[in-house]
């Protein structure tokens, strides 16, 4: 992943990723960048070219992990909105923090609507929308209306 340079500095990129625990691995590009990591993670900071298991770099298991433990997951949305919502779950305090208020301004009125009738009738068994095509999904979602 980069960053841009126009909108942060790397030891402030380096400070923020420290401070919310997500400097695991630092890997840099530069020699430069090296000795801000290594100031900030020490032995955690590596050259990126040195790095032997690049394997190291893994995609989580569920990537909308927050997103599929509410009943968001049945509910159709893009990718984008997929990924606006889970961040904003996490770092609003979770689903049901402040009525939702973190996560409501990424879904449209019709997507409020499923919502509403999802959490009215919570032991229906919905299709799950997430990782599904917008249009398949909300088809899945109308099918399981009738």
Do not use: H
Not at 9 to 29: G, I
Not at 53 to 62: A, C, G, P, V
């Amino acid at each position: 992943m980069t960053f841009d340079r126009k909108r942060t500095n790397f030891d402030t990129l380096l400070k923020r990723a420290s401070a919310k625990k997500c400097d695991l691995f630092v890997w840099t590009s530069t020699d430069a960048q090296l000795a801000a990591a290594k100031r900030v993670v020490g032995d955690r900071a590596r050259d990126y070219a040195s790095v032997d298991d690049k394997r190291s770099e893994r995609l989580d298991k569920e990537q909308q992990y927050y997103l599929y433990k509410s009943p968001l997951r049945f509910v159709p949305m893009t990718i984008a909105q997929r990924t606006r919502i889970n961040a904003a779950i996490r770092t609003g305090g979770g689903y049901a923090a402040k009525g939702g208020k973190a996560w409501r301004p990424f879904l449209s009125p019709r997507q409020l609507g499923w919502l509403r009738q999802i959490e009215a009738t919570p032991k229906k068994k919905w299709p799950v929308a997430q990782g599904l095509p917008m249009a398949e999904a909300a088809a899945a979602f109308a099918a399981a209306l009738k």
